[in-house]
């Protein structure tokens, strides 16, 4: 745990300041202050922001430092991006452990401090990627923490042998229990459901569904999984990513939805897509559900897009829930930041007395100019450790 | 007009050539050529890319030079944000000459040779918006060709003497009527159309409406439009903005729309909003519909988000149609580069021999990888003439 005083910071649109971290946790904002002994860092005014949250992606599918993959797949049909990508990462040798390194890294230049990632188990690959990933968890420990979720991409009841993996694989130590559309991709709601509760409950973890199925389907889904959570007495200890069928059209139905997720406190992961049906931030904040959001995969097999920032994430976040104002501006960032920590779990970053020391200083000239210009990070800051500084971590990535 | 060698470049994902524009039109496409007396740029195996078409934007209401806009009204209530700007530009002394140098350069350097601008004329400004557009437009008729259109944005029937206003506007030069929400902000569909038309007959120009309604409304007052291009002969000749209702769920109304549209050829401009119900590019493509895109208004009293790139336009037009393979990658970018220009009733910008010499080369080892990463461009060339290099204009900004 780390020592550091960061003079001339200007908390979101404040006024400048020092920030004073000691053992790792903020213990003193106020201008003026003394170094003393502790190391400093000059903010030059720049804006400090709380660390980012990277709340659901996949690192072990990053095609990062591969030459640029044509995709000829395109977005049509589920199964054939599935089943090419699985076939893919065996053609082209990829090594799990050495892109999730290329790919926190690169989130973490980002300025975030933490990473919730989805990890392959398949009959194919086995537990080769979850391997990979905690191999860079630990090896990252100092950069930014990785939850891991042991996530059955390939299907779990159509595919025998997967559901004997997942074991393994929450023995090896996952964090959470993954679960993939129990209608859409295995066509066994019941068995799909059953078995991912089961391992959750014998290893006492949570569960971390992706839930791409939408209006009436995946509502039926959602409540298949709530019905669960509540028998097993799991509150607090499931989240649903993407749950596209929050944004159907049917509001009495998604109010409906809404109040047992409160009820609940399951957590709800939005990457706030630009073509699919998408929960509303303003409608869950109103219940009081905890959201994060992500990246989701980044230049994969599944499609060219995204790069690893949380930043650039917070303009999605604003531009999917027609965000404008500077309040609904901080509304946005909190999701991929202090708030996306809350949804992951975790105790929530934040620049005040008593929190971890995590934080970024961004480039612009107010926090909405920084959100929408995404320029590369001045400084980032774990724990009162500078991990990264302009646009680039400390640590190179192989 | 210019005559330029470009050397050492790839059109689209192919194999390195050279490029000579003659009298402003490409006149060869070939490896090795000798360049004689001819100017020469050395691309450096650099992708080319048609110029960029920028088909909607606001160039007299941008805040790009002042200080940061702090927004506290938000997305909510349309006719708040319409009130707001109206008064932000007189309490600010916004220049819209001033503003829309600064914009359009902006736009430019992004590697744009077409500009569409919605002008506004409303009783408290008058015409001095489309003057300072104008004025602009004749300044850099070298580095991008802008097109005016006379803007009601404060409203026409609920506002009297706009109407008087829009024909001036008309009779000083703007190259389309505008119009806005007949029956939404209006109230006055009838009122507001038959006016419309009756101006851009009495000019002989073409219309270019903004329909953000939605729906069934939206629907009510896209049939009002085309019934009267019908009756008044206008084929060709009619643009609709935004276009929402055409993401409405009900694709049996949307089809009969789409059947109409095509026939009376109607260009339909979208930003591929992520907020709104939007027409989806590839359901339009398939009914032979003309598509162009733009930034719409960017750095405003309206929010914060946009800078003018038509790049990262293509990248956001992908996102909201779920475009991902290379093919669907180069359709998203024709919707913001040639396919553009036809949208704007112009010759289609495209790299091949006699096409107009407009390109743009960009950063990326691929066309995919340019777009999601959008970089600052490396060379801008209009009719053969370098007007922009390593992401900046050569005519700076005011």
Redesign the interface.
Known sequence: MTNLLIKNLRIL?GEPTDLLIENGRIAKIAPDQEAGTTPVEDAGGHIAIPALTEAHTHLDKSLLGF??Y??????GNLMAMIDNERQMKTRLGMDPHVQSMRHALKTAGYGATLIRSHVDIDTTGGLRALEGVMETAEKLADVVEIQTVAFPQSGLMISPGTAELLDEAMAMGADLMGGLDPCGVDHDPKGHLDTIFALAEKHGKGIDIHLHERGELGAFSMEQTLDRAEALGMKGMITISHAFCLGM?DQGRVEGLLERLAALDVAIMTT?????PAPLVKQLQAHGIRIGSGNDGI?DT??????GDMLERV??V????????????YQALDICAGGGAVAMGLERRALEVGAPGDLVLVEG??V??A???HAPRKLVVKAGKVTARDGATLIEAP
Chains 1, 2 share one sequence.
């Open positions: 649109d030459p640029w044509h995709n000829d797949v395109g977005g059209p706030a897509p630009a073509s699919s230049q599944w499609g060219p897009y995204g790069n303009k999605f604003g531009l999917r829930n027609n965000l404008r104002s500077d309040k609904e501006m000239v107010a909405a100019h959100i929408v210009t």
